[in-house]
């Protein structure tokens, strides 16, 4: 069903695009006010971008499709969505699963010099396969019938720090082969905003280290594989962090409930915009009923709203280390 809407939305904006052609002449640089355009996805692409530019954010339309909080796994491109990414100086995307409308998208791109960033591409070999660890309920299997099944890639690639440094060098060094005048800029913003990933990435590990506890356990989807594996954490959760599963079976309710009571577990964790049901069901089935539910931020809900407040990718990645250190007690 999502093919088939996508099939037919990009026919109409394939049909707008070439009324607009006929109209006009369409130049490289696509943006009328001289202004460099940027799309983004999501919001740590749309945060890093504004970071890494700095001052020169000022003369660019930076654009995040993902901005009603919709969750990256169910959004779907708009007709309107299509003609941004069309015309736009620099596009940013995970790479995964959920952005398979993207090929299609960009065969119908105006600006043939638009420059093209897949997260998960920059990353290679460091992308991770999806897992389904101990307890976990696994994703109900489509008939596929003979066909090889292509693995599944964790998505979530921003959830590491370690990671956001390699990403936002390419970043930079995009922005730099637009705008050559800038590159030192670029080049300046991009190195102090890599230090204070590096300063953060090693509180997490420092907290890690010194916490009592080197696990933690998810009544909801667990979409922060990236970040437990860079500091040795293990792992429980109720879902792969792509499942499009909400209610949980009895067994992973028991398994999770009884491996809480097994660790001592002090508290159980969500992501943001949980209805935290799981996690209360799972609470009520351990033995002493009194753990506390603590949420960490997967920033697939971030707005530019949220942006223009004050939020940015490093303030959440920092409540989600306060967080951690209270679910390590």
Same mark, same amino acid.
């Given at each position: 069903?999502?093919?088939?809407?996508?099939? @037919?939305?990009?026919?109409?904006?394939?049909?707008?695009?070439?009324?607009?052609?006929?109209? $006009?002449?369409? #130049?490289?640089? !696509?943006?009328?006010?001289?202004?460099?355009?940027?799309?983004?996805?999501?919001?740590?692409?749309?945060?890093?971008?504004?970071?890494?530019?700095?001052?020169?954010? &000022?003369?660019?339309?930076?654009?995040?499709?993902?901005?009603?909080?919709?969750?990256?796994?169910?959004? $779907?491109?708009? =007709?309107?969505?299509?003609? /941004?990414? !069309?015309?736009? +100086?620099?596009? @940013?995307?995970?790479?995964?699963?959920?952005?398979?409308?993207?090929?299609?998208?960009?065969?119908?791109?105006?600006?043939?010099?638009?420059?093209?960033?897949?997260?998960?591409?920059?990353?290679?070999?460091?992308?991770?396969?999806?897992?389904?660890?101990?307890?976990?309920?696994?994703?109900?299997?489509?008939?596929? %019938?003979?066909?090889?099944?292509?693995?599944?890639? +964790?998505?979530?690639?921003?959830? &590491?720090?370690?990671? =956001?440094?390699?990403?936002?060098?390419?970043? =930079? +060094?995009?922005?730099?082969?637009?705008?050559?005048?800038?590159? *030192?800029?670029?080049?300046?913003?991009?190195?102090?905003?890599?230090?204070?990933?590096?300063?953060?990435?090693?509180?997490?590990?420092?907290?890690?280290? &010194?916490?009592?506890?080197?696990?933690?356990?998810?009544? +909801?989807?667990?979409?922060?594989?990236?970040?437990?594996?860079?500091?040795?954490?293990?792992?429980?959760?109720?879902?792969?962090?792509?499942?499009?599963? &909400?209610?949980? #079976?009895?067994?992973?309710?028991?398994?999770? #409930? /009884?491996?809480?009571?097994?660790? %001592?577990?002090?508290?159980?964790?969500?992501?943001? /915009?949980?209805?935290?049901?799981? *996690?209360?069901?799972?609470? #009520?089935?351990?033995?002493?009923?009194? $753990?506390?539910?603590?949420?960490?931020?997967?920033?697939?809900?971030?707005?530019? /709203?949220?942006?223009?407040?004050?939020?940015?990718?490093?303030?959440?990645?920092?409540?989600?280390?306060?967080?951690?250190?209270?679910?390590?007690?």
């Amino acid at each position: 069903m999502k093919g088939k809407y996508l099939s @037919i939305l990009l026919i109409a904006v394939m049909a707008i695009l070439g009324l607009a052609a006929c109209g $006009q002449n369409l #130049s490289n640089n !696509s943006s009328e006010n001289g202004k460099i355009k940027v799309v983004t996805t999501i919001f740590p692409e749309y945060d890093w971008v504004k970071q890494i530019a700095g001052e020169q954010a &000022s003369d660019m339309d930076i654009t995040m499709l993902l901005d009603n909080g919709v969750d990256l796994h169910s959004y $779907q491109p708009t =007709a309107a969505d299509i003609m /941004k990414i !069309s015309d736009c +100086d620099l596009f @940013i995307y995970v790479g995964g699963e959920s952005d398979t409308w993207v090929d299609d998208a960009l065969k119908e791109a105006v600006n043939k010099n638009m420059k093209v960033i897949n997260l998960l591409d920059v990353l290679g070999d460091s992308v991770k396969e999806e897992e389904v660890v101990e307890g976990m309920q696994a994703e109900e299997e489509e008939e596929s %019938g003979e066909e090889e099944e292509e693995p599944e890639y +964790d998505e979530h690639v921003w959830l &590491s720090l370690k990671n =956001a440094k390699v990403l936002c060098k390419a970043i =930079a +060094d995009n922005l730099s082969e637009i705008d050559s005048e800038h590159k *030192a800029v670029y080049d300046a913003n991009v190195s102090s905003y890599i230090g204070k990933l590096d300063e953060l990435d090693a509180q997490y590990k420092s907290a890690v280290e &010194s916490s009592s506890k080197k696990t933690i356990l998810f009544g +909801d989807r667990f979409p922060f594989r990236y970040l437990v594996d860079d500091y040795g954490l293990n792992y429980y959760a109720a879902f792969v962090g792509c499942s499009a599963e &909400s209610e949980a #079976s009895f067994e992973t309710i028991s398994f999770l #409930s /009884k491996k809480t009571d097994e660790l %001592g577990l002090k508290s159980i964790l969500t992501i943001e /915009k949980s209805d935290k049901k799981i *996690a209360k069901t799972i609470i #009520s089935n351990t033995r002493n009923k009194n $753990q506390k539910i603590l949420e960490m931020d997967s920033l697939q809900s971030t707005t530019s /709203k949220d942006a223009a407040n004050g939020t940015t990718y490093l303030s959440v990645m920092q409540n989600n280390l306060n967080v951690l250190k209270e679910a390590l007690q």
